[in-house]
């Protein structure tokens, strides 16, 4: 089974609307951490998000939130106020036991933001 | 934040040569440094977890022998692809994870973009 999901390969939002990338992901461990990567044209993966499995707040940072829904197993990015720079793919990834070496790593969403 | 250097962010070479590639956490140590490698429209695929001072773990169907890594210090970890062919061209990404502070995320290196003739 796929340890980790996004079912939208691709996505649209219009600038300064919000939207929500899906990750769900799939673990038997207790402790597990959850990322959010965008990876522009250039290539490079950039870090946006981190929400540990005991953390009883959703994670912020600026314009990010992750929902995480720990019963439903789902981690989903919500990007608000789109703006042209957020057009890239965005991976989503787990990491099972809080130091724990393997990185698994979603399929990718491409996400175009529309003026 | 956290910043994880790579050279050269691009190398073209001829079949049969060896490239190294350099991976280097430039504002925190690295106790363990990730190679990964990813075809186009693809995500990562992990190829070898290396921790300081000892010998690379590769994940299944990677060549160890073709692709050399060393983790020769806390900031520095090296992949050598040895004897190059085309199909090694590839996107490749290291990342690093810290010591205390940083131990919860893994930081990525802008890549390098080989390109096998």
């Known amino acids: 089974a796929q340890k980790i999901t996004q079912t939208q390969p691709g996505m649209f939002v219009q600038e300064k609307e919000a939207v929500t990338l899906d990750c769900t992901y799939d673990t038997s461990d207790q402790s597990y951490g959850l990322f959010w990567y965008k990876q522009p044209s250039s290539g490079e993966m950039i870090f946006l998000i981190y929400q540990g499995s005991y953390d009883e707040q959703n994670a912020t940072e600026g314009r990010y939130s992750l929902n995480f829904q720990k019963a439903r197993k789902s981690a989903n990015l919500v990007i608000s106020a789109s703006q042209l720079g957020d057009s890239a793919m965005y991976f989503c990834a787990m990491r099972e036991a809080f130091y724990g070496n393997q990185f698994y790593f979603g399929t990718g969403t491409s996400l175009t933001v529309i003026p | 934040g956290a910043v994880v250097s790579q050279h050269p962010s691009r190398v073209i070479c001829k079949s049969g040569t060896s490239v190294k590639i350099e991976c280097r956490s430039l504002?925190?140590?690295?106790?363990?440094m990730f190679w990964y490698r990813q075809f186009p429209k693809q995500s990562l695929m992990l190829m070898a977890t290396?921790?300081?001072?000892?010998?690379?773990?590769?994940e299944q169907g990677v060549e160890k022998d073709k692709f050399l890594i060393n983790h020769a210090s806390l900031t520095l970890s090296t992949l050598t692809v040895t004897s190059a062919h085309p199909e090694d061209s590839s996107f490749y990404i290291c990342?690093?994870?810290?010591?205390?502070?940083?131990?919860?995320?893994?930081?990525f290196g802008p890549g390098t973009r080989l390109t096998v003739l």
């Open positions: 290396s921790n300081e001072g000892s010998k690379a773990t590769y």
């Open positions: 990342s690093a994870r810290g010591v205390s502070g940083r131990s919860n995320t893994q930081y």
């Open positions: 504002d925190f140590q690295a106790t363990t």
